[in-house]
């Protein structure tokens, strides 16, 4: 049995997921889930932490877009500095040797240009 209202809702969005920030703290996610294995060991509970922050990102963008004004700004500034915190993170990573050159260079250009349109929405 189908539901009309199922195939509705399908068909929309949430606002969040409108946002061109959202799909690359998304593929940032993805990109740090697909190597969880290699991170695993790091000192300092770096692997984690990566992990963590990208998450962080994309879940406190989301967040930040159900809200308007002041507290969607907040949630967005939280969205940034998690997105800062994976770039350090994905630091470690390369330094020791969880990463290769490409795969930090991928996953830096899409913190970077996650953290410039995070800065644009965190006003």
């Not at 800062?84 to 969880?98: C, K, R, S, V, W």
């Amino acid at each position: 049995m189908t539901h009309e209202a199922d195939t509705e809702t399908e068909a929309k969005y949430s606002r969040y997921e409108k946002l061109d920030a959202y799909g690359l703290a998304r593929r940032a996610t993805q990109f740090v889930a697909a190597r969880r294995a290699k991170l695993r060991g790091l000192p300092g509970e770096a692997g984690p932490q990566l992990e963590r922050a990208v998450v962080g990102a994309q879940t406190n963008l989301a967040s930040g877009a159900s809200h308007f004004g002041a507290e969607g700004r907040r949630h967005f500034r939280i969205a940034l500095s998690e997105a800062t915190e994976a770039g350090a993170a994905l630091d470690i990573a390369l330094d020791f040797g969880a990463f290769d050159e490409a795969e930090y260079r991928a996953l830096r250009a899409l913190l970077l240009r996650l953290a410039a349109t995070l800065r644009g929405l965190a006003g």
